[in-house]
């Protein structure tokens, strides 16, 4: 095996990892209590799991299903296919997940461009669509006949007119490039630190203070379309409160379930490929060590690359 570089730091598995780490998955073969499934991953099929759990529990469903295009997840393939079929497919796979959400929960759904259609229709018939969330992904390689595809979309939905939303938990600490001041010279609507000039502005509906996990980072892993535990953040803390329980049935390798830990909140992960699971299990598990998220600290999100040394070094 070719010897990794000395920064990377990808979670990966031994076979006697997965082996252990398998032991603590669910499978469901009878209706299950809450407490049964409670901060636990589910390895098996969505509809199959979803038929065994209970009703009304969820505060948070965020939802990451596979977007329509061609992919490959492990051992498993994803073909693209008409608006129409991939319309379907979301029916298929969300409809029967609806019935275990609370009337004051939030649905977020993750999309591309291929998929947008299919997701706004889906979303209006069932749903009240919010907002939409656009965040750039700044990875890949450019296209030599087009322009390069590098944003996603988020869909904020929810059950009714009563629900969570906490503004001031997802604020974003920016860097001020134009330092304004009163008529008596103290700072108009930014803060003077000894790292820098900075101001906390409110949370928008464009994202772009998001990294794509790479090799160097410790949340990496080796899932192809992983998405930021910062990303969860914002979306944990911005609709649900402390001990809510978030259900993520597209869990992949845990994104969800290891923000939602590190974050206070409870979780149960739906994840039908058993690698991808014991993954998720893994970092868990090393939540207890290490609860920081990159871009995270002091109760505000750090513009992309600007948090300093000292702050980000620090497990607070």
Same mark, same amino acid.
């Given at each position: 095996?070719?010897?990794?570089? !000395?920064?990377?730091? *990808? ?8 082996? $252990? &780490?398998?032991?603590?998955? %669910? ?9 049964? #499934?409670? =901060? $636990? ?18 505060? &948070? ?6 977007? =329509? ?17 991939? +319309? ?6 969300? %409809?029967?997940?609806?019935? +275990? ?24 018939? $069932? &749903? ?22 590098? /944003? ?19 604020? &974003? ?32 509906? %464009?994202? *772009? ?6 090799? /160097? ?5 080796? $899932? ?17 409160? *402390? ?12 994104? *969800? ?8 909140? =409870?979780? #149960?992960?739906?994840? #039908? ?5 014991? %993954?998720?299990?893994?970092? #868990? ?5 290490? !609860? ?20 980000? =070094?620090?497990?607070?």
């Amino acid at each position: 095996m070719k010897p990794r570089a !000395p920064r990377n730091q *990808t979670i990966t598995l031994s076979a006697q990892e997965q082996d $252990h &780490l398998a032991d603590g998955l %669910l499978v469901l073969d009878r209706p299950a209590g809450l407490q049964q #499934i409670l =901060n $636990h991953i589910i390895c098996q099929d969505i509809n199959t799991a979803a038929a065994y759990l209970p009703e009304g529990f969820a505060d &948070l469903l965020f939802l990451d299903p596979p977007y =329509n295009l061609n992919k490959t997840f492990n051992e498993t393939k994803f073909a693209k296919r008409t608006q129409l079929d991939y +319309l379907a497919l979301l029916e298929a796979w969300i %409809l029967p997940l609806l019935r +275990l959400l609370k009337p004051t929960a939030s649905v977020y759904l993750c999309s591309d461009w291929n998929a947008c259609g299919a997701a706004q229709f889906f979303l209006e018939k $069932h &749903l009240i669509i919010r907002n939409r969330i656009t965040w750039e992904r700044e990875k890949g390689r450019g296209a030599k006949a087009n322009w390069k595809n590098c /944003s996603e979309d988020i869909w904020f939905c929810t059950v009714s007119n009563n629900y969570t939303f906490n503004p001031d938990a997802v604020k &974003l600490k920016r860097k001020v490039i134009a330092p304004y001041t009163h008529n008596n010279g103290k700072p108009k609507d930014w803060q003077q630190e000894t790292q820098g000039d900075f101001r906390l502005t409110a949370a928008s509906n %464009l994202w *772009t203070d998001l990294t794509v996990p790479f090799w /160097s980072m410790p949340e990496n892993t080796v $899932h192809p379309t992983q998405k930021p535990e910062k990303l969860l953040a914002k979306i944990i803390l911005a609709s649900t409160n *402390t001990g809510d329980v978030i259900l993520d049935p597209f869990a992949g390798s845990g994104s *969800t379930c290891t923000a939602a830990k590190k974050l206070g909140r =409870n979780y #149960i992960g739906i994840e #039908i490929d058993k690698t991808y699971a014991c %993954l998720a299990e893994k970092r #868990i598990q090393l939540a207890d060590s290490d !609860p920081a998220i990159q871009g995270y600290r002091d109760g505000v999100f750090w513009e992309r690359n600007t948090m300093p040394a000292n702050a980000r =070094n620090s497990k607070k």
